[in-house]
Structures are given as C-alpha cells and as structure tokens.
C-alpha cells in the first residue's frame, strides 16, 4: 500500500460519515466598500513606506538618488529619469522600480503578480530600495477584493512595508533581508 | 507500524521529532518558574503583543463574523480532506510540482533527506516551519551530512544559540535583546565586534550574516500556511524577507505540509489573510506573503516539491471532539494571552507546540499517555478560546483530554468516594461535619500540601449553610 | 418570584455566609428563596480534572433536584458555568440523550446571582450600604463563560458608602482553576503572586468577587502574607445594609 493511499484510508476511516457544516459569510464581502486612498496612505506610511502623490514618476525616482536601478521589461520607460544608471541584474542593483498588480487600502498592502512591469519575484526582492507605482484604480478597499481580483496562478507577493521582524521582543523593526526602503508611488493617471 | 494498523489512524511514532518532553510540565514549570530573567522577557513580550494584536482587532467591525467563517471553513475542510487533498495534489501537479505523502516523522524525514541528496547540496536553507522542527527535519539532514540553515531571524537565534524553540511564532521568545547581542557575538562568524543590543542592529547583523548563504544555497525547505485545493496554490506568510528569499531564489524548493493545512477555495484566504496577521503579531498584515503555484517557468524555483504530512494528524482527527485542534493556524494568539505560558515559557511544554494549543495538540498527536500532564497544564481560565481566530474551544478540549488521560491511582480512589459522597446527602452532611470538626489545618499531606505552600485554608465556619436552612 | 437556591458545596461547607448573604437580599428585595434539599455538588471538579464518569450521578441529581424550579441561583459564576456548558456533554457523552435534555432545560432557568438580579429581577440598585474601600475581581468563569460583563460592577456602583476601586489586569487569571492549584501549585501561586500584587496596589481594605472558590485562593494568599486585605463575596456586599 502506497503511503498515498495509507493517508487517505486512515484520514476516511477518522471521519466516518462526518457532515460538512455551512460557512457563514457574515463578514464584510468584496465589492461592499469603495476603496479609500486615505486610508491606503495612512495605512502605509504607519508600517514605515514612505508615499508620493503624483503622476510625475520620473522626478520621484530621480530624488530618491537611487544609484544603479533595475526595471523590469515591462516598465513604462517615461518613468525612468534621464541619465538613470540601468542595470539588467538585480544582483548588481541597488534599487528597483516596478508597478503593481492591486493595493488594499485597509492593510496598507501591495501586490505584485510577475507580469511584465512588474518582474520576476527576485527582482523587487534583492535590491535594497523599492519604488512601487500604483495606479488609484488598483486601489481596493480590503483583502476580499484583491483576492476578487487577483489569479492565483501567478506567482504572488504582498507587501505590506518595508521587510520587518517582530522577532526581539515582539517590537516591530523594519529592515531585515528584503527591501530596507520601500517608497509607493501612488499615481492617479485618469485626471491629468 | 504493523500490518495490522494499515488503514487506521496511527498516533506519532516514538524517537523522532520534537512532540514529546523528557519530564512531566509541573517538574518543567518548577525550572522556568524560577528563571527570573525569563519570566521578565515573557511578561514583556506577551504583554506587548497583546496590546498590539487588541489594537488591530478592534480596528475590523467583522471580526467576530470573520472568526465564525474561519472556524466552519476549518470544520468543512476536515469534513472534506480526502477529496481536498486529492484535489490539490492534482493541481499541484498540473502545474509542474511533484507531490509526496509522508505517512509520518521518519518517512517524511526520508523523503527530504533523499531529495536535498538528488541534488548533491550539502546545504539547505529553512523558512520558519513548526511542521519540520515536529518531524526533527534539521536532526535527519545532519544526520545525513546536510547543513540546514535556518533563515529565520527567531530561529537563527535559537540555532545558533543551541537552544529549543519555546514559541510557534517567536521561537526565540525567552531572549531579550542583551542576550540575543550575547549570542550574536558568541557564534556569529565575522560579527561585528562593537555590535550593540538595538533591534535594528542585531537585524542589521542577521541580513548580513545571511545574505551570501541565500545567494549561494540552491535548495530550500519550507513550511505552509495555506494550500488551496481547488488552485494548488501554497501561501507562506512572513515578516523579514527571508522567506521571500528561500522561495525564489534557489533552483530546489522542498514544502513539508500537515494535511490539515489544506483550505478547499481560493476565496477562503480572503478569510484566513484577515485573520492570521492580526491575531499573530498584531498586525494589520505581514510585510510579506508569497503565493505559487508549482512551477513558473523562468520565475523561482524549476524544480517544487510538496510533502503532505500525517504523523499523528488522522489519530486526532478520528476524535470527534479533539480534531478541532487541527483547525489551528498557528498563530499563537493563546500563548500570547496564557496566563500559565507567560509564566512558563513554551520550553515546560515538551513538545515544539507549546501553550494551549499544544496543550491539547501534542497529547492527540502522541497519544494522551505520552503527553498526559499537558490537559492539566491550564487553569481553565479561557482566555485563548476568546483569543483563537478560528473559535477553537481549547478550554473544552482540555476538559476532553483530562477525561481520556491517565489517571493516578490514589487520585481515582479520591474522586470515586468523593463523587460517591455527594451522591448521598446524609453522607455528605457527615463529612461536611466531620471537616468541621478537624478545624482549620495549616499544613495538608501529599498532594493536597501544593495548596498550604502558599495558601492559607479557611477557617470552618461555625455551621454549614444547611445546618442554617434547617434551624431557621 | 420563588427562586431556588443551589448553594454549592464549596459555600454550603467552607462560606455559608455568601449563601446566607444571598438569602437575605433576595428576602429583602421581596422574593420567596427555596433550598432544595437532596442538593449536593455539581460535579464540577469531577468533570474538570477528567472524571466524567464518576461526575454523571451527580449531574443526574443535580437536574432532579432543580427541575421542579421556574428560576434557580447560585453565587458561582464556574458552578453555574459547569451546570450550563457541562452537564448535558456529561450526559450526551454518556449515552443519555434524555438527561442531557432536561440538564439543558434546568440549565436555561440556572442564573449567577448578577445575572438574576440585573437580567431577570431588572434591578441595579438593591439598597446595600458598604462604607469600604472595595475592588472587583472578575472571575474567568463569570467573564468568559456566563459573559456576566459588567452586571456586578453595575450592581456595585449603587451601592451607598462604598469605594470602589478598578483592579489592574483585573480579567487576569488568580491561579486557582479547581485541581489546577494542587497539580501546578507552582504555577498557580506564580499566578496568584500576581493577583494579589494588584490587589494590594489598590489600596483596598476589600477584594470580592463572585465566585467563592476564586476567593478562597486569593484569601489564602492574602491571608499566608498578612497583608490586612479580606475577601468578601459579592453576595455579602449586596445583602449588607446600614441595618445590619
């Protein structure tokens, strides 16, 4: 008998004829708020991001001074500043610029799903600087609606600050072994 | 295991893991209760985390709403597993992952060992996983010459330390800050030498300590939050990036899994994401949570592989009452709020899952007989019941265990006449008589003298409240 | 309204003066009090330190003795929470559907004393004069498994003379928790050390409580440390009169 099949037996010989119970969903759906900006601000900058509002991408990532700069392909180059130090490793680089997928403005949190302005994983995870454009309309207003909104076949990963540990008594410390800086860019593209 | 089990429920072998202490909680507790060091940083610690983890509770109107979800999704799932589980080893697979079924500690220890081997790595770098530290993962690999290195800021600690784990989400829970600087510079190679105890610091230290071995280490082995059946998508939740780190980085990623981690839906996270930070380490979410699903071409690990773990899992789960534990997510939000944990510390627990919910878990994954001291080791007082954001009735499941644990002889002869007694009030009148007539005793005899150690009796009174009643 | 008295073991025996107490303010506010005789324990200890079995005779007693009644009381907030989350999984787990039946109906008509006088008799203020300095300890029972919230704070508030003091960290656990105290008498005392600290940093002359097994163990320490501060049971704050 394959151990498959052992755990299997063993787990409906556990069960018997258990019945499956309903799942009250009383809590707060997608789709029953609108997303609120402020909150999204407040939300970030509390866990240490620091958040820019324009649609002017190029002259934040110029004043971050961000040394040697890493995009992935799919990046809008009007967002580059002129003369940026581009490499194409993120071994190398210093400070990455991606978009997002979706942000939760309840959580303070981004997501990014590996589509082509956003890169492969390692990317926005080796440099020690991350810029992060967000479109207003990505903005949704709790988890419910960005797990609505987001394919969990692609690789996904939220973040939500800066990397921190809680693990010195229990007190949040930001900068551990992902990004040290995280700066959000928060664009609204459809009010020029 | 004999052929006679196959196909039943099996409890955790014996002499491998980290499920079972070496001596009852009581004669632990007396130790860590006198470490004054180590009751100040646990008062510390928990006090905090409970004032972080109420603020952002209060903060969602839903969350009761959001725990009854939780807790039936949980009870659903169990009520579901083997479909789940097949169905996720099918997506899994179909999205280029290789599934294997580890029947306990020993076979999943096996499992592993042979495909770090596969790879001629004689390393392997760790995110944080209560699943492998239950199975000794780290023992077998160096038992087979593999190096684990655990990435983990709290687990580091506690590795190079040489120390056990006493927290499922702050292993290193019982260091403070002076003493984690003491640890750094003791066994840290190429440490700083001026290193100071800021937190920032000694994470400083750690992101520097680590970085190369992430960059040259081509294998990784994690643990799981969440597998979600119907996409086979795993969900690591973390805070420092280490995790981000193991998960993308090598060429090899290995996930060791309980079954129990299993949800049915992809819209289940939106449940558990609201739920898990908030109750774990106060927060509105974790810096970082990573999500997969097998394989990505050009994005990650090529080759990922997933152990599905029993190991005592379906012997909990055959008890209708008891496999509620599995419900766990382990966030630690009972040991947070454990009036016993806080003055014990996790390490009194024996067993890698310390505090309530080990309380009822470690004693249905070994079989109460292994573990039998640990339903006692509570008050009752129910405070992680209100804490659990998936409604797990732990106070309950103590009372469960204490009912099916072993009992000491002169203990069942006690109990037996005193429940006799008070099934016949004319006894009972007697003995509340002659209780009297033996007036206030300063020192009782074994075991009742763990009472006048510390605590004075009450004077009897001059007449019981019946004797009152009957002469009004 | 005839309301029956479950007295306890542990009051019956070691604190007939809350039983007592009770008696006489539910007189005063103008109730009839029964004691129903054939009453002995309720089995809590027995269920709690894992003897169900010997436990179900005395929950099958304890639902004789009380089913005849329309509303009972007890001044325990954990005996009245064993006789409503406990006593029909005593009898379910004992193949006894019926006596899990009527224990749920006796259950359902069984109140801890705040919870009668504020949910079913409608009253706050019952008159009681207690010129003393007094803090609450809220009991985990009375707390996290009747939900009691804050009916006796409310029912303490009213009365004339008294000071009532708030108790730091007070939904904190005293260490008692029934056999709890003897098989982890360490622990519990490292609870109870606590408990008794902030008692002390009140400055009260009284701590009470509603439960007399929670009050008997931080007595007992009071009481080993001499530290000039008793314990009184709700009950007696409530039934104490300028009178009396």
Redesign the interface.
Request: hydrophobic share 40%; proline share 7%.
């Given at each position: 008998?394959?151990?498959?099949d052992?755990?299997?037996?063993?787990?409906?010989?556990?069960?018997g004829d258990?019945?499956?119970?309903?799942?009250?969903?009383?809590?707060?759906p997608?789709g029953s708020r609108a997303a609120d900006l402020e909150v999204l601000v407040d939300?970030l900058v509390d866990?240490k991001a620091v958040v820019h509002r324009t649609g002017d991408i190029a002259s934040v990532v110029a004043s971050l001074d961000p040394g040697r700069l890493v995009v992935p392909p799919g990046v809008d180059p009007s967002w580059l500043p002129p003369g940026a130090e581009l490499v194409t490793d993120e071994?190398d680089a210093d400070a990455v610029l991606t978009a997002a997928t979706v942000a939760?403005a309840?959580?303070?949190?981004i997501v990014l799903d590996?589509s082509p302005d956003q890169g492969?994983?390692?990317v926005s995870?080796l440099p020690d600087l991350h810029i992060c454009v967000v479109r207003t309309d990505q903005v949704v207003a709790?988890?419910?609606d960005a797990?609505?909104r987001l394919d969990?076949?692609?690789?996904?990963?939220?973040?939500?600050?800066?990397?921190?540990?809680?693990?010195?008594?229990?007190?949040?410390?930001?900068?551990?072994?992902?990004?040290r800086r995280l700066h959000v860019v928060l664009a609204d593209f459809t009010t020029p | 295991m004999t052929r006679t089990f196959l196909g039943m429920p099996a409890t955790a072998p014996r002499g491998v893991g980290n499920l079972r202490g070496d001596e009852p909680f009581p004669a632990a507790a007396h130790k860590a209760l006198a470490d004054d060091q180590l009751r100040r940083n646990l008062g510390h610690a928990t006090g905090t985390i409970r004032r972080k983890s109420g603020a952002v509770v209060a903060e969602l109107p839903d969350w009761q709403e959001l725990r009854a979800a939780g807790s039936a999704l949980k009870a659903a799932t169990m009520a579901r597993l083997p479909e789940l589980l097949e169905q996720l080893e099918e997506k899994v697979t179909a999205a280029g992952g290789v599934v294997h079924w580890a029947a306990d500690a020993n076979e999943a220890n096996r499992i592993v060992t042979d495909l770090v081997r596969a790879t001629g790595q004689r390393r392997v770098i760790k995110v944080k996983s209560m699943a492998t530290q239950e199975i000794g993962l780290n023992e077998a690999l160096a038992e087979a010459g593999i190096a684990p290195v655990e990435t983990d800021l709290a687990e580091l600690i506690v590795q190079l330390g040489d120390d056990k784990p006493s927290h499922i989400l702050v292993p290193a829970i019982h260091r403070n800050r002076a003493e984690i600087r003491e640890i750094f510079l003791r066994e840290m190679p190429g440490v700083d030498p001026g290193l100071t105890d800021d937190p920032a610091t000694l994470a400083a230290a750690a992101r520097r300590y680590l970085r190369e071995t992430f960059l040259s280490t081509p294998v990784a082995v994690s643990g799981a939050n969440f597998a979600v059946a119907e996409t086979g998508t795993l969900v690591v939740l973390e805070s420092e990036g280490n995790g981000r780190m193991c998960l993308t980085l090598p060429e090899t990623l290995i996930t060791v899994m309980g079954i129990e981690k299993v949800v049915p839906a992809w819209r289940d996270l939106e449940v558990f994401l609201q739920l898990l930070p908030r109750a774990s380490t106060g927060e509105r979410m974790n810096p970082y949570t990573s999500m997969w699903t097998g394989v990505t071409p050009g994005d990650g690990p090529q080759s990922f592989h997933l152990v599905l773990l029993d190991n005592g899992r379906t012997a909990v789960l055959a008890d209708e009452v008891g496999r509620q534990a599995l419900h766990c997510i382990r966030c630690s939000a009972c040991l947070n709020v454990c009036p016993v944990y806080e003055r014990t510390g996790g390490h009194a627990y024996g067993s890698v899952y310390p505090g309530p919910i080990g309380a009822v878990l470690s004693p249905q994954l070994t079989g109460v007989a292994d573990n039998a001291s640990l339903p006692y080791a509570s008050s009752l007082c129910g405070a992680c019941f209100d804490a659990c954001p998936v409604r797990i009735d732990i106070p309950s499941l103590l009372v469960h265990l204490r009912n099916k644990a072993p009992h000491p002889r002169t203990e069942r002869i006690a109990m037996a006449a005193a429940a006799y007694t008070m099934d016949h009030p004319a006894l009972y009148t007697r003995a509340q008589h002659a209780a009297k007539l033996s007036g206030r005793l300063k020192h009782l005899p074994p075991p009742l003298n763990g009472w006048t150690a510390s605590r004075d009796l009450p004077e009897p009174p001059a007449e019981t409240f019946r004797d009152w009643w009957a002469r009004r | 309204m005839r309301i029956a008295l479950f007295v306890t073991c542990l009051a019956d025996t070691l604190f007939p003066a809350a039983a007592k107490a009770t008696v006489r303010l539910l007189e005063r506010l103008g109730h009839e009090v029964v004691f129903p005789p054939g009453q002995t324990c309720c089995g809590q200890m027995h269920i709690n330190t894992g003897y169900q079995r010997d436990a179900l005779p005395l929950v099958r007693r304890h639902v004789r003795t009380f089913a005849p009644y329309d509303v009972v009381v007890a001044s325990s907030g954990s005996c009245v929470g064993s006789v409503r989350h406990q006593h029909a999984t005593v009898a379910r787990a004992a193949g006894e559907a019926s006596l899990a039946a009527r224990a749920e109906d006796v259950a359902s008509r069984t109140y801890e004393l705040s919870e009668l006088l504020v949910d079913v008799l409608g009253v706050e203020d019952v008159g009681a004069w207690y010129p003393h300095r007094v803090t609450y300890h809220p009991t985990c029972h009375s707390l996290r498994m009747l939900r009691v919230g804050d009916k006796p704070l409310r029912l303490l508030r009213h009365v004339r003379g008294m000071e009532l003091v708030e108790l730091p960290d007070a939904d904190q656990c005293c260490g008692f928790g029934g056999t709890f105290a003897l098989k982890n008498a360490e622990t519990s005392t490292a609870m109870l050390a606590d408990k008794m600290r902030h008692v002390l940093d009140t400055g009260a002359e009284v701590c009470t409580a509603g439960d007399a097994s929670c009050l008997m163990h931080i007595g007992g320490g009071l009481s080993r440390m001499d530290a000039g501060v008793r314990t009184v049971h709700l009950a007696e704050i409530l039934a104490a009169t300028e009178e009396s």
């Amino acid at each position: 008998m394959s151990s498959r099949d052992l755990i299997l037996g063993r787990v409906r010989a556990a069960l018997g004829d258990t019945p499956v119970p309903e799942v009250p969903r009383a809590y707060r759906p997608a789709g029953s708020r609108a997303a609120d900006l402020e909150v999204l601000v407040d939300r970030l900058v509390d866990y240490k991001a620091v958040v820019h509002r324009t649609g002017d991408i190029a002259s934040v990532v110029a004043s971050l001074d961000p040394g040697r700069l890493v995009v992935p392909p799919g990046v809008d180059p009007s967002w580059l500043p002129p003369g940026a130090e581009l490499v194409t490793d993120e071994h190398d680089a210093d400070a990455v610029l991606t978009a997002a997928t979706v942000a939760v403005a309840e959580t303070g949190t981004i997501v990014l799903d590996g589509s082509p302005d956003q890169g492969r994983r390692v990317v926005s995870l080796l440099p020690d600087l991350h810029i992060c454009v967000v479109r207003t309309d990505q903005v949704v207003a709790a988890v419910p609606d960005a797990i609505a909104r987001l394919d969990p076949t692609r690789p996904l990963t939220w973040i939500s600050g800066p990397s921190a540990t809680s693990d010195i008594e229990l007190n949040r410390v930001e900068g551990v072994h992902g990004p040290r800086r995280l700066h959000v860019v928060l664009a609204d593209f459809t009010t020029p | 295991m004999t052929r006679t089990f196959l196909g039943m429920p099996a409890t955790a072998p014996r002499g491998v893991g980290n499920l079972r202490g070496d001596e009852p909680f009581p004669a632990a507790a007396h130790k860590a209760l006198a470490d004054d060091q180590l009751r100040r940083n646990l008062g510390h610690a928990t006090g905090t985390i409970r004032r972080k983890s109420g603020a952002v509770v209060a903060e969602l109107p839903d969350w009761q709403e959001l725990r009854a979800a939780g807790s039936a999704l949980k009870a659903a799932t169990m009520a579901r597993l083997p479909e789940l589980l097949e169905q996720l080893e099918e997506k899994v697979t179909a999205a280029g992952g290789v599934v294997h079924w580890a029947a306990d500690a020993n076979e999943a220890n096996r499992i592993v060992t042979d495909l770090v081997r596969a790879t001629g790595q004689r390393r392997v770098i760790k995110v944080k996983s209560m699943a492998t530290q239950e199975i000794g993962l780290n023992e077998a690999l160096a038992e087979a010459g593999i190096a684990p290195v655990e990435t983990d800021l709290a687990e580091l600690i506690v590795q190079l330390g040489d120390d056990k784990p006493s927290h499922i989400l702050v292993p290193a829970i019982h260091r403070n800050r002076a003493e984690i600087r003491e640890i750094f510079l003791r066994e840290m190679p190429g440490v700083d030498p001026g290193l100071t105890d800021d937190p920032a610091t000694l994470a400083a230290a750690a992101r520097r300590y680590l970085r190369e071995t992430f960059l040259s280490t081509p294998v990784a082995v994690s643990g799981a939050n969440f597998a979600v059946a119907e996409t086979g998508t795993l969900v690591v939740l973390e805070s420092e990036g280490n995790g981000r780190m193991c998960l993308t980085l090598p060429e090899t990623l290995i996930t060791v899994m309980g079954i129990e981690k299993v949800v049915p839906a992809w819209r289940d996270l939106e449940v558990f994401l609201q739920l898990l930070p908030r109750a774990s380490t106060g927060e509105r979410m974790n810096p970082y949570t990573s999500m997969w699903t097998g394989v990505t071409p050009g994005d990650g690990p090529q080759s990922f592989h997933l152990v599905l773990l029993d190991n005592g899992r379906t012997a909990v789960l055959a008890d209708e009452v008891g496999r509620q534990a599995l419900h766990c997510i382990r966030c630690s939000a009972c040991l947070n709020v454990c009036p016993v944990y806080e003055r014990t510390g996790g390490h009194a627990y024996g067993s890698v899952y310390p505090g309530p919910i080990g309380a009822v878990l470690s004693p249905q994954l070994t079989g109460v007989a292994d573990n039998a001291s640990l339903p006692y080791a509570s008050s009752l007082c129910g405070a992680c019941f209100d804490a659990c954001p998936v409604r797990i009735d732990i106070p309950s499941l103590l009372v469960h265990l204490r009912n099916k644990a072993p009992h000491p002889r002169t203990e069942r002869i006690a109990m037996a006449a005193a429940a006799y007694t008070m099934d016949h009030p004319a006894l009972y009148t007697r003995a509340q008589h002659a209780a009297k007539l033996s007036g206030r005793l300063k020192h009782l005899p074994p075991p009742l003298n763990g009472w006048t150690a510390s605590r004075d009796l009450p004077e009897p009174p001059a007449e019981t409240f019946r004797d009152w009643w009957a002469r009004r | 309204m005839r309301i029956a008295l479950f007295v306890t073991c542990l009051a019956d025996t070691l604190f007939p003066a809350a039983a007592k107490a009770t008696v006489r303010l539910l007189e005063r506010l103008g109730h009839e009090v029964v004691f129903p005789p054939g009453q002995t324990c309720c089995g809590q200890m027995h269920i709690n330190t894992g003897y169900q079995r010997d436990a179900l005779p005395l929950v099958r007693r304890h639902v004789r003795t009380f089913a005849p009644y329309d509303v009972v009381v007890a001044s325990s907030g954990s005996c009245v929470g064993s006789v409503r989350h406990q006593h029909a999984t005593v009898a379910r787990a004992a193949g006894e559907a019926s006596l899990a039946a009527r224990a749920e109906d006796v259950a359902s008509r069984t109140y801890e004393l705040s919870e009668l006088l504020v949910d079913v008799l409608g009253v706050e203020d019952v008159g009681a004069w207690y010129p003393h300095r007094v803090t609450y300890h809220p009991t985990c029972h009375s707390l996290r498994m009747l939900r009691v919230g804050d009916k006796p704070l409310r029912l303490l508030r009213h009365v004339r003379g008294m000071e009532l003091v708030e108790l730091p960290d007070a939904d904190q656990c005293c260490g008692f928790g029934g056999t709890f105290a003897l098989k982890n008498a360490e622990t519990s005392t490292a609870m109870l050390a606590d408990k008794m600290r902030h008692v002390l940093d009140t400055g009260a002359e009284v701590c009470t409580a509603g439960d007399a097994s929670c009050l008997m163990h931080i007595g007992g320490g009071l009481s080993r440390m001499d530290a000039g501060v008793r314990t009184v049971h709700l009950a007696e704050i409530l039934a104490a009169t300028e009178e009396s």
